[in-house]
């Protein structure tokens, strides 16, 4: 792939809210998986665990912990992507935290992207009560839930979400 498919490859990507029923295969999900397996991460530590959920019941409590946000009960798939901190902190100690978050945030982009190249949609949900994930899905004390990767087949959106100009972003050696 060059550049400019590269490029064609992430604007093609936009969040959708709406999916069908249709089950994802477990190839289908062992794939999107398979796409953090190479992510970076702080000391090779690999500081990220996913929670694959496609339990309907498990992604209607899900949904109530984020909100209600329907997408969540729609997607036949949501990967949990968590930050370990004890991985991370057993190395680096409080700042462990970071690249904890670090590294989950990567995986969660990677698995995103790995979803589009698979054809499946995905919509990243950020706005849920940790704590009630955290209780939904049993989690350990030390992991914390930060990306609820919802994924599907969807409806794309009619238009891709528009952004500022690349240039509002960047600072050339000082800010
Ligand atoms: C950190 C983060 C949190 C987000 N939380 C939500 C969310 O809770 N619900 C939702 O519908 N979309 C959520 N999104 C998706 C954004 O709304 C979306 O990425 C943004 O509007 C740009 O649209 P696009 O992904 O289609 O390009 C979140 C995205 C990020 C990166």
């Known amino acids: 792939m060059d ?4 490029q064609g ?8 809210r709406e999916y069908t029923a249709e089950d994802l295969t477990s190839e289908e999900i062992a794939a999107v998986v398979r796409a953090a397996e190479r992510a970076p991460s702080a000391g090779n530590r690999e500081s990220w665990d996913v929670v694959i959920v496609t339990d309907e019941g498990i992604r209607e ?7 209600q946000q329907q997408h969540l009960m729609q997607a036949p798939c949501i990967f949990v992507v968590c930050a370990n901190y004890v991985r991370s902190m057993s190395q680096y100690g409080e700042r462990g935290i970071l690249y904890a978050v670090q590294d989950a945030t990567i995986a969660a982009t990677y698995m995103m992207l790995g979803a589009h190249a ?3 949609q995905t919509c990243w949900t950020g706005a849920f ?3 009630a994930v955290s209780e939904v899905l049993g989690l ?11 994924a599907g087949k ?8 528009g952004r500022m100009p690349i240039g509002e972003h960047v600072h ?3 800010w």
């Open 9 to 16: 490859f992430l604007r093609t990507r936009s969040s959708v």
């Open 129 to 131: 009560d940790e704590e």
């Open 140 to 150: 350990p004390e030390h992991i914390r839930p930060l990306v609820l990767l919802a």
């Open 118 to 120: 698979g054809g499946l």
């Open 3 to 6: 550049s400019s498919e590269f």
């Open 154 to 161: 969807g409806h794309l959106p009619p238009s891709h979400a």
């Open 61 to 67: 409590d899900l949904s109530d912990a984020a909100f």
């Open 172 to 174: 050339e050696n000082i």
